[in-house]
């Protein structure tokens, strides 16, 4: 009995290294995960700060050799002249009309989708349609500019008299095209947390399914669907590849979407191929003009976020 007594003090006594050894390892876990997740935060910030600082810094320099007055006022954009001209309206400009032309297209259809997935879908075509709709986002931005150039203008130089080989419709279209499931998928997400509860109450009230949609679900769901559109914008306004590759490198400053034009994000890619050498003037407006992209697209989520609290219904 007693050789019993021991083995079985032994056996315990193991579970309890066992254990405190098991405890020791959890704790370790425990205290590491949340300095290695403070650190990933730290990595984030600094990484944001380092591009702006160096947006800042870059462009500061270039308003020492160009006046920010001439860069705000100024109507031509000619950094590769003899004498350069450094007015960003034409940039501004191209960005947005390519940007309206992708809003017009977008915000309809992607609208509509949301509102057939959200309301009139079964759950196995909502399955079906919703995963083939994200797809397209994730499409490579340059197959999207060849299929503008190669695909779209052709058809649309049939239909459009006058329209170049380069112009602003194009790209704007294919534009829409892409930001269309960001506006759906985050559109639907907002139409679909609508509680139940408010359907069906109207419904009982002899509300039709598309009364109910219209009256009930749109307004409940408009903080999120408004957020959506302006999101979609700011990426629309920051695309790069596919008016790069279908919208020319013409900056004028005028409303004409049939003839080339360049965006923003089209020149810096211009430049940044190698057409100016490491700290002329033409350099350094690349980072001028890339601070104002950043400042455009830096309102546009600040708007997004601000709807998205202003008009938010908590249910």
């Given at each position: 009995m007693a050789l019993k007594k021991d083995e079985q003090k032994i056996s315990i006594q193991s579970m309890i290294d066992e254990n405190k050894q098991r405890k020791s390892g959890h704790m370790?876990?425990?205290?590491?995960?949340?300095?290695?997740?403070?650190?990933?935060?730290?990595v984030s910030?600094?990484?944001?700060?380092?591009?702006?600082?160096?947006?800042?810094?870059?462009?500061?320099?270039?308003f020492d050799r160009v006046s920010i007055v001439e860069f705000l006022t100024a109507k031509s954009w000619y950094p590769f002249s003899q004498e350069g001209s450094y007015?960003?309206?034409?940039?501004?400009?191209?960005?947005l009309r390519v940007s309206l032309i992708a809003v017009i297209v977008a915000v309809p259809i992607g609208l509509a989708s949301a509102i057939?997935?959200?309301?009139?879908?079964?759950?196995?075509?909502?399955?079906?349609?919703?995963?083939?709709?994200?797809?397209?986002?994730g499409i490579p931005t340059i197959v999207y500019g060849f299929f503008a150039l190669t695909f779209v203008t052709p058809i649309l130089r049939e239909?459009?008299?006058?329209?170049?080989?380069?112009?602003?419709?194009?790209?704007?279209?294919?534009i829409g095209i892409m930001i269309t499931p960001m506006i759906a998928s985050l559109s639907e997400d907002a139409m679909s947390a609508v509680p139940n509860?408010?359907?069906?109450?109207?419904?009982?009230?002899?509300?039709?399914?598309?009364e109910v949609t219209m009256k009930v679900i749109l307004p409940a769901a408009l903080s999120g669907i408004v957020a959506s559109i302006v999101l979609a914008i700011s990426r629309a306004i920051g695309e790069t590849m596919i008016v790069a590759v279908a919208g020319g490198s013409t900056p004028n400053?005028?409303?004409?979407?049939?003839?080339?034009?360049?965006?923003?994000?089209?020149?810096?890619?211009?430049?940044?191929?190698?057409?100016?050498?490491?700290?002329?003037?033409?350099?350094?407006?690349?980072?001028?003009?890339?601070?104002?992209?950043?400042?455009?697209?830096?309102?546009?989520?600040?708007?997004a976020q601000y709807i998205s609290r202003r008009f938010r219904e908590e249910y």
């Open positions: 370790f876990i425990e205290k590491l995960m949340p300095i290695l997740l403070l650190l990933t935060a730290i910030v600094l990484t944001t700060l380092g591009i702006v600082f160096t947006l800042i810094f870059e462009t500061f320099m270039f007015g960003i309206m034409p940039l501004i400009s191209g960005t057939y997935l959200s309301e009139y879908a079964s759950d196995k075509t909502r399955r079906l349609i919703k995963p083939i709709l994200e797809v397209l986002a239909i459009v008299p006058g329209l170049e080989i380069f112009n602003a419709l194009s790209p704007g279209i294919v509860s408010m359907r069906e109450g109207a419904l009982a009230l002899g509300a039709t399914k598309f400053l005028d409303w004409s979407v049939t003839g080339s034009i360049q965006t923003m994000t089209a020149y810096i890619v211009q430049v940044s191929t190698g057409d100016a050498g490491y700290g002329t003037t033409i350099y350094y407006s690349i980072y001028a003009v890339g601070m104002t992209l950043f400042l455009f697209t830096l309102v546009m989520n600040m708007l």
